[in-house]
């Protein structure tokens, strides 16, 4: 599918992705450009990809298909130390969960004579690190586009059956689209469990071990996306800014409706609420996108690809 | 251990407590107190009982251990109906996830011959009803019981043997400082579930199917909790009023802080609080109160026991 491609941050997603293109056969050659030693030596003690490089210039040349997997606040500088080293129609996308910013930072930077495909694989865990990767994190899983109106459709056909060929399924979307709905599916979630989490941390000791021990009460469904990539996730609300601060303060108003119905009894309004949100689990499991719970085991195993996050 | 026990309010908790009793031959009887006869006609078909009544006067003459399973604001009339019935030396005990209101709602309407011995065993799933209980749900998971300074010792010691002979870990604490743990590690998580939910339902409907779409992002994690019962939830807030809003504050108040952090676009500020909070992750696992994610298996599949919620 191509002659070569380059993965500029080689994490979880960077080496899931260059697992799933050794599996599926989808180039010849794959380079992997970090600027951490540490993972390089990884990368190439596993035999993640052909060749290592912490350079940006050397890492691009002769790639058909450049992939950029860091967060988002280092895109606009990658993009900035790359071009000029990018060979004439190779492809450039990106991983990011945000597509406005990585837009806006990359767009001018790159030379008209690539093309750039924005892209969002909807798929993680919370592990982050090339040692967590594996070829299957995407089968099933969505992958975003986000094109702009001039860009050649060539290039988003060949993004689009890259993305295919992992296993993801591809939706086109406009990017300030995208950014809103992933501030409500993702985001939010994030930050509230990142919230929670940091609420329980700041107990007194005494409490906060009582709170570890309870956790299976509610409190631990929240801490395994807050353990989630730090440096990701602080770049992703620093460059979904917007779109998190409105759906954060639609999330405020209706606590606060809630809170006022504790306050003063309101019993009703509360089995109000309750009741409407039960039938969205079920959509989703509808969907495929939840965990599957074998109805005939009682005993609720779980046997389920934990495959979320961002 | 027991002659008879009186089962009142059968569903996901009190139907697991029964398969419980029959698999570890806790009981010679158990009898099913439940008012609604559907109800009635399940537990027969299913053989989890040996009597079903839905009378509460019949439902505990004879038995000499009374589990109250109803949600928390039906205990008061629930003890005040068993009340007269009630054979001298019996213990009576209860499953609320809310302990301060129970005691004061039960104890001054139970007559002086009985023992009283509050407790809250802290397990469950998503799934309500009398067909989806299971008789492992215990095990491994706390009970927590909390008696009063007068209850005396030996009705304290059978309770507790009767949750350890279903597979729990039985700890005795304050219910005032039950309350406040509980509504940290599972009133607030609840809550915060229900209204992240709510505020997607309330989108627009184009966005609200994108949201079901996309929901492995993140929103996912929250669903689940957010699917159980609507009328003991509602119970719980209205019983755990001041403590809820007491951690409902402190969680606003840290989530303005967030706000502000990313309205000031504050980086630093953001990583420091997603840093310190991976690490309680880790300590509930150590704990073996999380699901356990094999490290060896690349894909992420999960084995686990999802036993959860209060």
Known sequence: MFQQISIIGFGLIGSSIAR?????ELSHKIICVDQNEEVNSTVLALDLADETTPHLSEGVKASDLIIICTPVGAMGKVAEKISPFLEEGAIVTDVGSVKMSVIKALQP??????????????????????????AELFENRWAVLTPQGHTELQA???VTQFWEALGSNVEIMDPAHHDLVLG??????????????G??????DDIKSEVIKFSASGFRDF????SSDPVMWRDVFLHNKDAVLDVLQRFSEDLSALQKAIRRENGDYL???????????????????????YPEDKRGIVSTKVKSED
Chains 1, 2 share one sequence.
């Open 20 to 24: 799933g293109i050794k599996k599926h």
């Open 109 to 134: 930077r790159l030379p008209a004579c690539v093309h750039f495909v924005p892209g969002h694989p909807i798929a993680g865990t919370e592990f982050s690190g090339p040692e967590n990767g594996f």
């Open 156 to 158: 988003i056909e060949r």
């Open 184 to 197: 409500i599916t993702s985001h939010l979630p994030h930050l509230i469990a990142y919230n929670i989490i």
């Open 199 to 204: 609420t329980a941390s700041d107990l007194e």
């Open 223 to 226: 801490t395994r996306i807050a």
């Open 271 to 293: 089995h109000e609420v309750f009741e409407k949100t039960r039938n969205i689990r079920q959509e989703i499991i509808d969907a495929g996108q939840a965990d599957y719970i």
